[in-house]
């Protein structure tokens, strides 16, 4: 009994972590193709479903599909502004066939794709992680200041609960030990709610307004309606979202001390496909891989498949009970982003740590480049993303996403100086 509840327990800590990044995709997207209220209640309601049925697949391994690394999914924000966009030009119908289309060509290119992991050796995927985790920080400390473009952004009361929670997390990692330090995010979050109960500042009214119980409806927008455009966009989107996977499922395999083979990866692949489809069939979105739950491992220290288990089955339990599922969205932003500090912080560490033996070997300055240039990159473009503003809406999909431009760049320049024969000749 003891033991189902810590891993229940820890498994909770997992969905508050990733809860507030999964629910923000269907309420930009629902509100800017003007959705009623109970239809965004229920695409908030199917997208948390949807995103423990897609943890699931992931998490579990057999022969076809399935990394089975503790791996937690949820609804990719690159695709927010494409969806948006075929939304206002082909309708919503046009959205949900292209993400079913762009599902089965993930699945059709797994194989394909897999075989791309020697492009990734420890200086490429260290670099990644790493710029994972520094492209994060802005949208904690956007979340600090109580989210970007809120009234109130900066305001005291939101950076005294962010830095309250921040502190309050620090020192129950340092002084806390076993289960408690385990689940110090939680706690962490936990008490900087009830600060702001006391505060005054917690809304209710999303748990007045919802549903106790609903039942999930496939095809709940109407028929699926196919474009070339949107069809050719969502692809991209998920080819972006494969890189991003990429490297979470690196950062998880070096914590876990697994080598991460083709196979693994094609099978990652597989399921992340998988997901997107049933995505698009149940009126959901395209899903990837969150970087914020690797970093909660590593404050955690639990790494294993069978948290992320209860977590998903939680996601799909919440996916039916709106009522419940609502009271996590009460969860102030700055309590959010003074744990998103630390847990994106974290995955930092975990980069860093992956380039550190990289950095000590014989061909150092030519990783050093590397490094420099991938991260520059990486971190320039989320800092500044209209960069590349007067470039086609189809390219910028690409240029405009840190993580993506940053692991591009790392993966050319590796080419460059490790994978050129006429560069192993000069050597």
Request: net charge neutral.
């Amino acid at each position: 009994m003891n033991n189902i509840f810590k891993n229940t327990t820890l498994g909770l800590q997992h969905v508050l972590a990733m809860y507030a990044g999964a629910v923000i995709v269907p309420l930009i997207v629902g509100g800017a193709l003007g959705l009623s209220s109970e239809e965004l209640t229920y695409l908030v309601a199917i997208d948390i479903l949807m995103s423990g049925v897609a943890t699931i697949l992931q998490v579990m391994s057999n022969r076809f599909f399935g990394i089975g690394l503790p791996v937690v999914l949820g609804c990719t924000f690159t695709a927010v502004g494409p969806m948006i966009a075929i939304g206002g030009d082909y309708g919503i119908s046009a959205i949900y066939g292209a993400i079913i289309v762009s599902g089965i060509i993930v699945i059709l290119i797994s194989g394909f794709f897999g075989k791309l992991v020697r492009f990734f050796p420890p200086v490429v995927t260290g670099s990644v992680v790493t710029i994972i985790g520094i492209t994060l920080i802005p949208v904690a400390i956007n979340n600090m200041g109580g989210g970007q473009g809120a009234e109130d952004f900066g305001s005291i009361q939101n950076v005294l609960l962010s830095f309250g929670t921040l502190i309050f997390i620090v020192l129950l990692y340092r002084f806390s030990t076993g289960f408690v330090k385990a689940i110090s995010i939680l706690i962490g979050i936990i008490g900087g709610t009830v600060a702001a109960y006391f505060m005054g500042i917690l809304d209710f009214t999303a748990v007045k307004e919802a549903d106790v119980f609903h039942m999930i409806q496939p095809l709940y927008f109407g028929m699926p309606t196919f474009e070339w455009s949107p069809i050719l966009t969502m692809t991209l989107v998920a080819i972006v979202s494969l890189v991003e996977s990429t490297g979470v499922y690196f950062a998880l395999g070096d914590m876990l001390g697994k080598k991460i083979e083709k196979k693994d990866l094609t099978k990652g692949y597989r399921a992340e496909g998988i997901a997107v489809v049933l995505g698009g069939f149940f009126n959901s979105f395209p899903y990837t891989t969150f970087s914020q739950n690797v970093g909660l491992m590593q404050i955690s220290g639990v790494k294993t498949r069978k948290v992320i288990y209860i977590a998903g089955g939680m996601l799909i339990f919440l996916g039916f009970i709106p009522k419940i599922s609502s009271l996590t969205t009460i969860i102030p932003e700055a309590v959010l982003g003074g744990a998103m500090i630390a847990m994106f912080g974290m995955i930092i560490s975990q980069g860093i740590k992956m380039l550190s033996t990289i950095i000590s070997d014989s061909n150092s300055p030519d990783n050093a480049m590397i490094i420099a240039c991938s991260i520059g990159i990486g971190l320039g473009v989320t800092v500044v993303p209209d960069l590349f503003i007067s470039l086609p809406e189809s390219v910028r999909i690409l240029t405009s996403n840190g993580i993506v431009a940053g692991s591009f760049t790392a993966i050319v320049l590796n080419i460059l100086f490790n994978m050129l024969p006429t560069r192993k000749k000069k050597q």
